[in-house]
């Protein structure tokens, strides 16, 4: 079973100079919606597993990452292709919406 990665402001750029796609979930403890989306995030994760990397980033830790991608509302779910950001997503969303924007980049 696929595992998401925690990321941090010393490791973020690295993680996404990936060739597979690598879906970020920028959370935080006290985020209710980011805690309803932390299983969808695990379950594509798995589902993804060696066809993209599944990532999440505390942004009470990592405030440089979270400010240099104006990242002000949680949970903010950025896919990144070589390095690039590749699409967004704002808000909890249904499994589904996420699975497609991954699935799109996965090819």
């Known amino acids: 079973?696929?595992?998401?990665?925690?990321?941090?402001?010393s490791t973020f750029d690295q993680a996404i100079s990936s060739e597979k796609?690598?879906?970020?979930?920028?959370?935080?403890e006290?985020?209710?919606?980011c805690k309803m989306i932390g299983p969808v995030v695990e379950e594509l994760a798995g589902d993804y597993e060696g066809k993209a990397v599944v990532a999440k980033l505390n942004v009470d830790e990592n405030p440089q990452v979270t400010a240099r991608f104006g990242v002000r509302n949680i949970p903010t779910l950025l896919v990144f292709k070589n390095g690039q950001v590749v699409?967004?997503?704002v808000g909890a969303v249904p499994k589904s919406v996420l699975s497609q924007k991954l699935q799109a980049q996965v090819g």
Do not use: H, N, R, Y
């Open 1 to 9: 079973m696929g595992k998401t990665i925690e990321l941090t402001d």
């Open 21 to 28: 796609p690598v879906l970020v979930d920028f959370w935080a």
């Open 30 to 33: 006290w985020c209710g919606p």
């Open 87 to 89: 699409d967004k997503q």
